[in-house]
């Protein structure tokens, strides 16, 4: 079955979606890979995420810290929850073969089989399932987080304040690189529904996402500030 699926989407189809992958894999890695030429704003927040638990130390109620962290948790509670509703109504749309048909016959001209459709909507949901594993493991590191700065002692001359703010530090920058990939898989998500327009448009969505995802981190007003004050 899977081989006279790849014969139905044809070569352009395939080169499409390979496109697609290429695309997010090579982008996620230049993105978190350190860089002193040219660093991106995940980077460049790296240092600052450091600086932030050095300053915890000396600061006599670190409730401030505490209530940041919080309000990340949350922002990954809810990328989750959004991601949770968005798989079930793909799977909805994949289960229901007659009204994915109908609504395809609309996008595009031809007679293409209803399983081609299914197949086009695969990626999305598999793009929006690895962002949700993502999300949620982020939300546990940021709690994982939370723990080791309330053991950071309150005394800063203590010989272990400043090696539980490093672990501190390190957990908190994990969670952000996981919460990162998670939204990249959402942006290629939302590109990868472009498919049910032919490989055509794929292929544009594609480099128009990874466009916008590079532009962000590497060529953005943000990062001129962020890096005015690194």
């Given at each position: 079955m899977s081989?006279?699926?790849?014969?139905l989407l044809g070569p352009a189809d395939i080169v499409a979606l390979a496109l697609l992958g290429t695309t997010w894999i090579?982008?996620?890695w230049w993105i978190e890979r350190p860089s002193g030429t040219r660093p991106s704003v995940s980077d460049i927040m790296r240092a600052y995420r450091h600086d932030w638990m050095v300053q915890m130390i000396d600061?006599?109620?670190r409730i401030f810290d505490q209530a940041v962290v919080d309000a990340l948790r949350q922002g990954t509670s809810f990328f989750a929850s959004t991601c949770v509703i968005a798989i079930g109504g793909v799977l909805a749309l994949i289960g229901n073969a007659e009204s994915l048909?109908?609504?395809a016959a609309d996008l595009q001209r031809g007679n293409i089989p209803t399983v081609v459709w299914q197949v086009r909507m695969?990626?999305?949901a598999l793009f929006l399932t690895f962002a949700f594993l993502k999300f949620v493991w982020s939300n546990r590191l940021f709690g994982y987080c939370l723990i080791v700065m309330a053991a950071v002692?309150?005394?800063p001359g203590a010989a272990l304040c400043r090696?539980?703010?490093?672990q501190a530090a390190d957990l908190n920058i994990a969670a952000a690189r996981t919460l990162n990939g998670g939204l990249r898989a959402m942006y290629f998500g939302l590109a990868s529904l472009a498919w049910l327009l032919g490989p055509l448009f794929l292929?544009?969505?594609t480099l128009g996402t990874g466009w916008i995802v590079w532009s962000r981190e590497f060529a953005s007003r943000p990062r001129d500030i962020l890096m005015g004050g690194s």
């Open positions: 081989i006279e699926v790849l014969m090579a982008l996620g600061r006599e109620s048909q109908v609504a695969a990626p999305v002692p309150n005394d090696t539980r703010a490093r292929v544009l969505a």
